[in-house]
C-alpha cells in the first residue's frame, strides 16, 4: 500500500488483527436483544460498552439495534457500512485510549425503516428498549407530565397510529403488538435520558398517549411493563477529526463514526426488568432499588453547572469547558454554587461523600483532552433549565436559603437568548422553542427587568408559582442587572 492508498474500512473481519484494541479477544456474536432509540455519541460511548462487557462477563443475547429517530441515513449507513463496529476514543490526561466496540448489531433510520423497527420490536427475543432522545424527544406538557397533546408530531401519531414518528407513538404501538402477540410478553423501557425520575416521566408520557385511543391498551401497560429510571453520567462531546484521525493512527483502519469520551463513568440503575437485562452489575453499574438521589445529585451538581458554565461561557467568551474551568474566578464560582447552594438540596445516603463527587466534577471538567464545546451544552436550555437549576432553586427558597449563584446561572441564559457574546460575536440559538425565546429576549433592548418579565411567561419553563415568588424575581433581577453592567466576565468576578 503507497501512502496516498485510503486506509481499509473497519470491519469485523479485520478484528482479529485488533486484539489489543477489544475488551477481550473472545466474542461470540449475540443475536439482538436490545433495541436503543436514539443511537448518538453518548449511547455509544455508554451504555452500548457496559453492555458489551456484560456479554463478555456473563454471556447473554443483548446485541444492540440503534434506531436514529431524525432520519439520518448517512449514520445508518456509515456504521452498517462498519457491520456495527466503531470506536470508542477515551481520552484522558495521559493520552487516548481506543477501543473497537462489538455489540452494535444492526442500525436502522426512522422513519425509512419503520418495517424494520416494528419487525425487531415485535421480536420476543428485544426484552429492553432503552432511549437518549433527549429531554425535548419526550414530547412532555411539561404542567401535566402527560404526553403534550398540541405538538404537532403526537397529533401526527395520534392519527397514524400504524406510522408514528415520536417516542411515545412508537413505544405505544409496538406494545399494543406485543400485548396481541402470543406470548403477550412485554420488554422493558429503560430511559436513559437527563430527566428527573426518568422511568416514571416516560411511563406517564407513554400510558397517556396510549389512554387518547386505547384505555385498555394504557391499563395493561400500567399493569406489564416495568419502566426502571437510571442515572447515567459520562461527559461525551462531539466527534471531530482528531478521533478519526487517533483511530487511524492506532489502529490503521478508517472509522467513520468513532466517538470520543472521557475516562470517568457511572450507571445506576432501578433493578426492575422482569424480561432479564445484562449483568451490569457485574461489570461496575450499580442495581438499586431507588435510583431518586443519584440522580438528583447528578442533574444539579454535574448538569447543573455544565448549564452555568455553558451561558456565562457563551457570554464571556470560553469556547470549551477546560478552558472556562481553567478561569480561577469561574472556579471559584462553580465550588462554590456547589458547595454552598447545590449540595445542601441533596439528600444522599450515608456512604455518598459530595464533597469528593463535586472535586471529582472539577477534576472532569479540568480535562483538557476532552475539548467539550460550551455551545454543545448551550443547546436546548429551555428543557434543561428546569431539572438542573430551577428545581434547586425551589428547594433553596422553601427552605429560606440564598441562591445567588443559581440565579446568576438562569440569568446567563436569559441573557445567551440575545443571541451574541459580550464582545458582540454572534453564535446560533438551538431549542425547540428558539424562535419564541428570541422574540421575546429582543423586545426587552437589553434591559433586565424587560427581558426577566418577558421570559418568566414561558410556562414550558417556568412555572407559574416559581415565577410569582418575589424573593425569586428579586435576585433574578439583580443578576440580570450585574451581568448587563459587568458583562460575564465582570459578573462572575464579583460573585467570588
Ligand atoms: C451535558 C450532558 O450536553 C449537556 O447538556 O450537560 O450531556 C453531560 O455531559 C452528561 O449528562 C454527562 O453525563
Known sequence: MTSADPLPRLVRHALPTLHTHLLSPQWQEPRIGIVHLGIGNFHRAHQA???????????????????????????????????????????????????????????????????????????????????????????????????????????????????????????????????????GEPFTVLSCDNLSHNGAALRQVVCSFARQRDPELADWIAAHVAFPSTMVDRIVPATTDAERATVADATGYQDAAPVPCEPFRQWVIEDRFPGGRPAWDTVGAQLVDDVTPFELAKLRMLNGTHSTLAYLSMLGGFDTIDAAIADPAMRDLIHAMMTQEIAPTLTMPASFDLPAYRDALLERYANPALKHRCAQIAMDGSQKIPPRLLATISARIDAGQSFTHLALAVAAWMTFLRGHADDDTRYEISDPLAGRLKTLAASAHGEPQALMDALLSVREVFPADLAARPEFRKVLRDALQLLRENGARGAIAASR
Not at 458489551?52 to 462477563?57: D, G, K, N, P, S
Not at 408514528?164 to 396481541?180: F, K, W
Open 49 to 183: 460498552l457496559y453492555t458489551e462487557e456484560a456479554m463478555l462477563a456473563a454471556g447473554g443475547d443483548w446485541g444492540i439495534c440503534g434506531v436514529t429517530l431524525q432520519g439520518d441515513v448517512g449514520k445508518r449507513d456509515a456504521l452498517m457500512e462498519q457491520q456495527g463496529l466503531y470506536s470508542v476514543v477515551e481520552r484522558g490526561p495521559r493520552g487516548a485510549k481506543v477501543t473497537v466496540v462489538r455489540a452494535l448489531r444492526e442500525v436502522l433510520a426512522m422513519p425509512h425503516d419503520h418495517a424494520s423497527l416494528f419487525a425487531r420490536l415485535a421480536d420476543p427475543l428485544v426484552r429492553i428498549v432503552s432511549l437518549t432522545v433527549t429531554e425535548k424527544g419526550y414530547c412532555r406538557d411539561p404542567k401535566t407530565g402527560e404526553v403534550a397533546l398540541d405538538d404537532p408530531a403526537v397529533a401526527h401519531d395520534l392519527t397514524h397510529p400504524l406510522a408514528p414518528r415520536t417516542v411515545p407513538g412508537i413505544l405505544v404501538a409496538a406494545l399494543r403488538e406485543r400485548r396481541d402477540s402470543a406470548a
